[in-house]
């Protein structure tokens, strides 16, 4: 296989080099850390596993996982990618963030394990190595089995608190790439404080590690900081460097965003063509019973269409909510997704999505004629959506999949999926000019938008002062919980005597908990997971990528993406609401009772 490292300007040609998998990967600064230096080590490490993660859209599967010690801005790309691996099995192939280093010693623990197992079947097949074993199994029909790559950027942790984790990663190093389970790793220097003083007794072993495991390893090695010439290959061919460098190497990360991207469309389509039918699956964390990923579903499979989010101040709520919506902007194109959001937190939350090509509405404002707009455009998109499909003489038992797919057919213009997320929802029950319209969309939405492709995200602290029909909240099959303060809250979000978000963990840092329930809120539907966590370096990298790898999609000015005025739309349909807005507060309460 060959690394794409840099560049060799003096003849305007890519550095490549070339690596065999017989050996752990490893990135080495010999000198005190420097943030640059440790920013091009992170990136190019990144890089690496990115471009190895590439060759699973030829069908080397390669299964990556991931941990850092603490949570940082640095390999935000993978983290992307991670991010989209939800469940089920064509969603996760690509691999797994460990957040905890007891997840990290654990998976060491089960790698270690399967190195022996494998061993024994290359044995068994007359296999060299793990190529030679799935090239053998191809030749007899086999399904191949996937490369693992244990990427690990600070050790310290796991040497401090897991021990056995050293001695199984040692393991890995020397004998695991020949059994297809190869770490990535970056080697830092201690830190001064720990050199003015004895070294504790895991840094002595954390340095016997080092020095069994570097004879064995291939990657580079820094010297000193900032200088060119302190770079020197690890364990590579003298000649080959020697010529890379005569040619001026110049080390880069290169092209990660578009690598991120097309490695999360490929986990789209393949999530798509396996039968799964779930727009919304965004990773939002892992369980805190079993470790695996946890994701944001709606659609089809999961059977939940719309949700119910519920947390108090300082649980992890806007967090939670800029996971998922980066992760939907990330997994669909403006052509298939646009947002309206709501923002009643003065423009503290959603205001950093201003000017997205997917955001079709962004309210930050408690002004009822500007709230009353947007509610209304979001409700009489049923009517327009349903007139488009009645013309469709071809389409029966209609939906949005089923349109689109038409559409495709047919060469007419397909419609986006459409969701409305609403944070601190409850002011919109706190205002007597728009809780009868509130009510209104939020009944005739939830009851008539899923096959339309209109879905709804309702966020709040607490829903106790939300005033839906109980009708209404049985088509929020999904509720998210973070943490509630009493029983009232609890039974508000969930529908039952549920107290389990009461009960979560909440720590001054991350990662923060919640409880998610796709079973109509019943306690035994209760799952407890860790939630991802986001730094502010990190969203604007991921805001960057999408602006820069999303162009802008022209949307006709009556349909989405601009701003409408209620004389705009089509006061002419049958049932619109759009006449709605001039009835006043009891009009909307009698047009609420016909529904």
């Not at 993660?53 to 990618?81: C, I, N």
């Not at 789209?268 to 779930?278: I, L």
């Not at 209104?440 to 709804?456: C, D, E, F, N, P």
């Not at 009461?502 to 991350?510: A, E, P, S």
Request: some cysteine.
């Amino acid at each position: 296989m060959q690394f794409h490292l840099g560049s060799l300007p003096r003849i305007a040609r890519p550095a490549l080099l070339f690596w065999d998998r017989d050996r752990p990967l490893v990135l080495v600064a010999q000198h005190k850390p420097e943030p640059a230096l440790d920013d091009l080590l992170a990136d190019l490490q990144e890089s690496m596993a990115l471009q190895w993660w590439q060759t699973t859209l030829s069908g080397d599967a390669v299964h990556l996982h991931f941990y850092e010690a603490e949570p940082s801005p640095r390999h935000a790309h993978l983290k992307r990618v991670l991010a989209h691996s939800g469940e089920g099995d064509v969603a996760h192939r690509l691999g797994v963030h460990l957040t905890h280093h007891s997840q990290a010693a654990q998976c060491l623990h089960d790698l270690t394990q399967l190195a022996h197992q494998r061993f024994a079947r290359m044995a068994t097949a007359q296999a060299t190595d793990w190529g030679d074993y799935n090239a053998k199994g191809a030749a007899a029909n086999r399904r191949p089995e996937p490369w693992h790559c244990v990427l690990l950027t600070d050790l310290h942790a796991l040497a401090e608190h897991h021990g056995s984790a050293l001695q199984n990663l040692r393991t890995l190093c020397i004998q695991g790439p020949r059994a297809g389970i190869v770490p990535l790793l970056l080697r830092k220097p201690e830190p001064d404080w720990l050199r003015q003083q004895s070294a504790p007794l895991f840094i002595r072993h954390l340095q016997a590690f080092w020095e069994e495991v570097l004879p064995q390893a291939w990657g580079l090695s820094w010297s000193r900081a900032g200088a060119q010439s302190g770079l020197q290959p690890l364990n590579q061919d003298a000649e080959l460097w020697r010529l890379l460098t005569k040619f001026g190497l110049t080390l880069q990360a290169q092209a990660q965003p578009e690598q991120a991207q097309k490695l999360i469309d490929a986990l789209v389509q393949g999530q798509e063509q396996s039968g799964e039918r779930d727009f919304v699956n965004v990773r939002i964390g892992q369980s805190v019973e079993t470790g695996k990923p946890v994701a944001f579903r709606m659609g089809e499979a999961a059977n939940c269409y719309h949700a119910f989010v519920a947390g108090a101040t300082r649980s992890g709520k806007s967090t939670l909510l800029n996971n998922l919506i980066l992760g939907l902007c990330e997994a669909h194109g403006p052509d298939r997704l646009q947002l309206s959001l709501l923002d009643f937190k003065s423009n503290v939350g959603f205001g950093i999505y201003r000017g997205l090509a997917h955001v079709a509405d962004l309210i930050d404002s408690q002004d009822p004629a500007t709230v009353e707009r947007a509610l209304t455009r979001f409700a009489d998109e049923i009517d327009r959506r349903g007139r488009l499909f009645a013309q469709q003489a071809k389409l029966v038992n209609a939906n949005l999949d089923k349109y689109n797919a038409l559409a495709e057919v047919e060469g007419f213009e397909g419609l986006p999926r459409w969701i409305m997320v609403i944070d601190e929802a409850q002011v919109l029950f706190e205002n007597r000019a728009l809780k009868g319209l509130a009510r209104y969309m939020l009944s005739r939405v939830s009851r008539m938008g899923a096959g339309l492709g209109l879905h709804l995200v309702i966020c709040t602290q607490s829903f106790q002062n939300v005033d839906f029909d109980g009708d209404v909240k049985a088509q929020f099959r999904l509720r998210l919980g973070l943490k509630l303060a009493n029983s009232q809250d609890c039974r508000a979000l969930m529908g039952h005597d549920n107290d389990a978000p009461m009960h979560l963990r909440v720590k001054d840092g991350f990662p923060r908990q919640a409880v998610l329930n796709t079973d109509d809120g019943l306690p035994r539907g209760n799952q407890v997971i860790d939630l991802d966590f986001l730094l502010d370096e990190e969203i604007a990298l991921r805001l960057g990528a999408l602006n820069a790898s999303r162009a802008a999609i022209p949307v006709k000015p009556n349909i989405l993406n601009e701003s409408m005025r209620v004389e705009d739309l089509d006061a002419d349909a049958e049932d619109s609401v759009l006449s709605l807005p001039q009835k006043g507060f009891e009009a909307w309460q009698v047009e609420l009772d016909k529904i």
